[in-house]
T-cell receptor
Framework: NAGVTQTPKFQVLKTGQSMTLQCAQD?????MSWYRQDPGMGLRLIHY???????DQGEVPNGYNVSRSTTEDFPLRLLSAAPSQTSVYFC???????????????FGPGTRLTVT | GENVEQHPSTLSVQEGDSAVIKCTYS??????FPWYKQELGKRPQLIID?????GEKKDQRIAVTLNKTAKHFSLHITETQPEDSAVYFC????????????FGTGTRLLVSP
């Protein structure tokens, strides 16, 4: 299994440009999430999905869109890039461990995005 | 809303010493508390977790304790080694339908030989 994969690894955008960060998982996990990581701020949830066709907003959703047409894929779209979106983006997938409420998030390798 | 405070932000220890990182959460309904380790330039990886019906869990040199009354949980690393140097994140999950994790701001641990 490849686990969680993300492309690209690095990207530089100009202000106002749009792009899509790709995320795929081959573990048949029902849950997928996007986080951004900024220095001193930990990991903040952007959007998440509990299954194909179902998405919802996280803590910092503004400026981003997502869709989940298949179990495997969960792309993140930046509509009009801004310097404030310079960050490292992590995609994650997870599954629930029985009825315990516990689960493990498997993170992708990350995409380092710079907006100039 | 849900909030997790993590302290300290940086921690320097000598090899062989113990390290303790503490997190405080606000949601009394939280029921799951994982810890992630992130090495430089790498992805976060789960190292240990604890559920709300357990007070302590241990895995070799690492342990996590949970105090539900005080709403705090801690990561303990004993006999630290240079390869333990990394950023550690605590997280908590509220008792909602979706497994939405709220992360702390991270602790940079440096273990000197």
């Amino acid at each position: 299994n490849a686990g969680v994969t993300q492309t690209p690894k690095f990207q530089v955008l100009k202000t106002g440009q749009s792009m899509t960060l790709q995320c795929a998982q081959d573990m048949n996990h029902e849950y997928m999430s996007w986080y951004r990581q900024d220095p001193g701020m930990g990991l903040r949830l952007i959007h998440y999905s509990v299954g194909a066709g179902i998405t919802d907003q996280g803590e910092v959703p503004n400026g981003y869109n997502v869709s989940r047409s298949t179990t495997e894929d969960f792309p993140l779209r930046l509509l009009s890039a801004a310097p404030s979106q310079t960050s490292v983006y992590f995609c994650a997938s997870s599954y629930r461990l029985g009825g315990s409420g516990a689960y493990e998030q498997y993170f992708g390798p990350g995409t380092r995005l710079t907006v100039t | 809303g849900e909030n997790v405070e993590q302290h300290p932000s940086t921690l320097s220890v000598q090899e062989g010493d113990s390290a303790v990182i503490k997190c405080t959460y606000s949601d009394s309904a939280s029921n799951y508390f994982p810890w992630y380790k992130q090495e430089l330039g790498k992805r976060p990886q789960l190292i240990i977790d604890i559920r709300s019906n357990v007070g302590e869990k241990k895995d070799q040199r690492i342990a996590v304790t949970l105090n539900k009354t005080a709403k705090h949980f801690s990561l303990h690393i004993t006999e630290t080694q240079p390869e333990d140097s990394a950023v550690y994140f605590c997280a908590e999950k509220g008792n909602t339908g979706f497994q939405k994790l709220v992360f702390g701001t991270g602790t940079r641990l440096l273990v000197s030989p």
